[in-house]
């Protein structure tokens, strides 16, 4: 199982970026237990986000630092 993303899993074409922004992103194991987050310096959208046999994007939620994207490993 591929448990890495790399940035062509990301679609770049027409993506906005603002440098002020950042992206976050948590990525959890099957179970919804937190594996890691990523603090991109630029946007992504959560429908650029290219879904594998491997993720999918969960949903965007929010905690006290703001909104994320989260990022479910499906095996």
Known sequence: MRTEITP???????QPINKNMITRIKIEDYNGNDILELNLNF?????NIVETDDY????IDEDENGEYIRVQLTK
């Open 8 to 14: 062509k899993d990301f679609k770049y074409i027409n």
């Open 56 to 59: 999918n994007v969960a949903d």
């Open 43 to 47: 946007e992504i959208l959560a429908q």
